[in-house]
């Protein structure tokens, strides 16, 4: 129902930055709100930031006040800006997106792009 692409991981040293974008196709028109996880080698993911559609933002405590959530309507493109990177960073950063219909809620996800932090 909801394509998530995403693009602009890397390999970069510790303060750098990086921006990642993750592009919607199919039923985006019923989006209500998008976001970024991470996943670390092993199991658990953990949430770094989303937006809703009135473009209210949330952060996680690790991420803020260096990472910034954005996304462009028109374009159906998220984007999440990286900058001051530290090697704990280091994850497989995953595009998500919220769906609503009716009632009914649907979480989708990307693929997920590395990004690697050299100390």
């Known amino acids: 129902q909801v394509q998530l692409v995403e693009s602009g991981g890397g390999l970069v040293q510790a303060g750098g930055s990086l921006r990642l974008s993750c592009a919607a196709s199919?039923?985006?028109?019923?989006?209500?709100?998008m976001g970024w996880d991470r996943q670390a080698p092993g199991p658990q993911r953990e949430l770094v930031a989303s937006?809703?559609?009135?473009?209210?933002?949330n952060y996680a405590d690790s991420v803020k006040g260096r990472f910034t959530i954005s996304r462009d309507n028109a374009k159906n493109t998220l984007y999440l800006q990286m900058n001051s990177l530290k090697p704990e960073d280091t994850a497989v950063y995953y595009c998500?997106?919220?769906?609503?219909?009716?009632?009914?809620?649907?979480?989708?996800w990307g693929q997920g792009t590395q990004v690697t932090v050299s100390s």
């Open positions: 937006i809703t559609n009135d473009n209210s933002t």
């Open positions: 998500k997106a919220r769906i609503k219909r009716g009632t009914y809620e649907f979480l989708y």
């Open positions: 199919g039923s985006t028109f019923s989006i209500k709100a």
